[in-house]
């Protein structure tokens, strides 16, 4: 009995301790993408660029962590297009995490400052949704499609370019870095890594430029299309009335010649001939104005698609290395 006991009591031991061991290689193997991370973030030493821009978006100690152990560097555009497959793509690609590592492409257009640094942000999300894993992941998850399913409209358009197997990662890096009014949770632990005002002012800032010239250009559209049917249907009806006062005209001076009007009669088509002569005028003049009025706004149309093409050449890393703006 005592030593079959004995016998019952060390296998449980072994096990027990056998059991320990998967355990400790378990913690192992779980933390060995931190230690990779640590080793990393130890190592790098940013760029004086890179350190400015993790000072003007706010990186805590965290934040810091998880954006230096992906050695984030920013390219010319034949090195990043090497690295992110730029030249692949239809869209333009301001930045990529691959390989556990963030590029971000060197626009320098001065007009959208502000952009790499969303841009820094915005790959760092990934590799922080990268190291999500459990309850972390299911609670951020779901705290992106409660967020996503209630502003679907406005989300659709900028989703669209993801891949469905993407859609989380860039969920929680778009929304981080552009939109406001998350959920809690989202908030909470986005405020862990950055400041989100001070990115989300700096998206407003580059982003505006961008929307400003979307939205003056729909409105000179809007306004030139409105133009041009008026101009189109009070021509018509310029002309229209044009030859008919040429042949009251006509009409008049024939009588007048044969001798077969009256002198009150004259006096009276005299008038009305000169009212409409009047009234005509001041159509030709409206007519002119609203001429000159479209012209103004097709020149001006014309110089915001300039503007619009120099802001859309500065982000597009597939046209080379752009002029300095």
């Given at each position: 009995m005592?030593?079959?006991?004995?016998?019952?009591?060390?296998?449980?031991?072994?096990?027990?301790?056998?059991?320990?061991?998967?355990?400790?290689?378990?913690?192992?193997?779980l933390?060995?993408?931190?230690?990779s991370?640590y080793?990393?973030y130890?190592?790098?030493?940013?760029?004086?660029?890179?350190?400015?821009?993790?000072?003007?978006?706010?990186?805590?100690?965290d934040?810091r962590?998880?954006?230096?152990?992906?050695?984030?560097?920013?390219?010319?555009a034949?090195?990043?297009?090497?690295?992110?497959?730029?030249?692949?793509?239809?869209?333009?690609?301001?930045g990529?995490?691959?390989?556990d590592?963030?590029?971000?492409?060197?626009?320098?257009?001065?007009?959208?400052s502000?952009?790499?640094?969303?841009?820094?942000?915005?790959e760092?999300?990934?590799?922080?949704?990268?190291?999500?894993?459990?309850?972390?992941l299911?609670?951020?998850?779901?705290?992106?499609?409660?967020?996503?399913?209630?502003?679907?409209?406005?989300?659709?358009?900028?989703m669209?370019?993801y891949?469905?197997?993407?859609?989380?990662?860039?969920l929680y890096s778009?929304?981080?870095?552009?939109?406001?009014?998350?959920?809690?949770?989202?908030?909470?632990?986005?405020?862990?890594?950055f400041n989100?005002?001070?990115?989300?002012?700096?998206?407003?800032?580059?982003?505006?430029?961008?929307?400003?010239?979307?939205e003056?250009?729909?409105?000179?559209?809007?306004?030139?299309n409105?133009?041009?049917?008026?101009?189109?249907?009070?021509s018509?009806?310029?002309?229209?009335?044009v030859?008919?006062?040429?042949?009251?005209?006509?009409?008049?001076?024939?009588?007048?010649?044969?001798?077969?009007?009256?002198?009150?009669?004259?006096?009276?088509?005299?008038?009305?001939?000169?009212?409409?002569?009047?009234?005509?005028?001041?159509?030709r003049?409206?007519?002119?104005?609203?001429?000159?009025?479209?012209?103004s706004?097709?020149?001006?149309?014309?110089?915001?698609?300039?503007q619009?093409?120099?802001?859309d050449?500065?982000i597009?890393?597939?046209?080379?290395?752009?002029?300095?703006y």
């Amino acid at each position: 009995m005592t030593n079959k006991a004995h016998k019952v009591a060390g296998r449980i031991v072994a096990l027990l301790v056998l059991f320990a061991v998967c355990v400790g290689f378990g913690a192992i193997y779980l933390n060995r993408q931190y230690i990779s991370d640590y080793v990393r973030y130890r190592s790098f030493t940013p760029t004086s660029e890179i350190a400015q821009i993790a000072v003007r978006v706010g990186l805590t100690d965290d934040g810091r962590f998880r954006a230096y152990s992906a050695e984030p560097g920013i390219y010319k555009a034949d090195e990043f297009n090497q690295f992110c497959g730029a030249a692949e793509t239809e869209v333009n690609v301001l930045g990529c995490y691959t390989n556990d590592k963030i590029y971000i492409y060197d626009v320098s257009n001065a007009e959208i400052s502000g952009i790499k640094e969303v841009t820094l942000v915005h790959e760092m999300l990934h590799a922080d949704y990268a190291r999500l894993g459990g309850g972390d992941l299911e609670a951020v998850n779901n705290a992106l499609d409660g967020y996503a399913k209630q502003h679907a409209d406005s989300l659709r358009g900028h989703m669209a370019n993801y891949s469905a197997e993407d859609r989380y990662t860039e969920l929680y890096s778009v929304l981080g870095t552009e939109y406001s009014g998350l959920p809690e949770h989202l908030e909470t632990r986005y405020s862990k890594l950055f400041n989100r005002d001070a990115v989300l002012e700096l998206y407003e800032g580059y982003i505006k430029k961008f929307n400003d010239i979307k939205e003056r250009a729909n409105e000179i559209v809007e306004e030139g299309n409105a133009l041009a049917t008026d101009i189109t249907n009070q021509s018509a009806a310029y002309s229209e009335a044009v030859n008919q006062l040429n042949s009251e005209i006509d009409v008049l001076n024939g009588q007048i010649e044969s001798g077969n009007i009256t002198r009150v009669e004259f006096e009276n088509r005299q008038a009305a001939i000169t009212a409409e002569v009047n009234r005509l005028s001041a159509l030709r003049t409206e007519i002119e104005q609203k001429i000159e009025r479209y012209n103004s706004l097709v020149a001006e149309l014309e110089q915001l698609e300039l503007q619009s093409k120099k802001l859309d050449d500065s982000i597009n890393s597939k046209l080379g290395e752009p002029n300095k703006y």
